[in-house]
């Protein structure tokens, strides 16, 4: 059994246009919604092995934001998530080694999105499941359970355990 962890980068800066679109850092908006979430995973006890992250900027500085780590995880900075879809992002986590546990994928929209609904196919639906579909927002967190292999991950893979927003951790505080 794995634990796969798909956060979404944070809110990021559109305020310079010059810079290209994976240069862009995070806004106000974005460090506070990053914070918040590293507050929330470290109360939830969500401590991942293995930390994938796109070399986008945004990305970056939202892993930055979860830090310290109890356990200071593997980190591997992976080209191919840059605005990757479903398929390489399938990718990625099939060459996961079978030691790691649990793994945390910091991404970007629409691709974390749709590989969320992938994992998810034919599952019945639940309020969080139908949260999760209707929006995927900036900073936003969703836990799965991989009963198999990582090599075997695809569509109907995962069962979604959770799915929390910044803004409604921001709430509820």
């Known amino acids: 059994m794995h634990q796969l962890l798909l956060l979404r980068h944070a809110k990021s800066s559109w305020h310079d246009s010059e810079l290209a679109d994976r240069d862009r850092p995070l806004n106000e908006r974005g460090r506070r919604a990053a914070t918040t979430m590293r507050k929330a995973m470290h109360r939830l006890g969500l401590a991942p092995d293995l930390v994938l ?3 986008a900027r945004r990305t970056l500085q939202t892993l930055e934001a979860l830090e310290p780590w109890d356990e200071t ?15 390489q992002l399938l990718g990625v986590l099939r060459d996961i080694p ?19 609904q992938t994992l998810t196919a034919d ?19 969703a ?11 695809g569509p109907g893979a995962g069962r979604l355990t ?3 927003t910044p803004r409604e951790l921001e709430r509820s505080d």
Do not use: C, K, Q
């Open 73 to 87: 995880p593997l980190i591997e900075h992976v080209e191919a998530l840059y605005l990757a879809a479903p398929p």
């Open 53 to 55: 992250v796109s070399p």
């Open 123 to 141: 599952m019945p639906a639940t309020d969080t499941s139908r949260r999760l579909e209707a929006a995927y927002p900036t900073g936003a967190l």
């Open 143 to 153: 836990e799965f359970t991989i009963p198999g292999p990582w090599l075997r991950i």
């Open 162 to 164: 959770r799915f929390i």
């Open 98 to 116: 079978e030691t790691v546990r649990s793994a945390l994928l910091i991404g970007h929209n629409p691709g974390l999105h749709d590989l969320a």
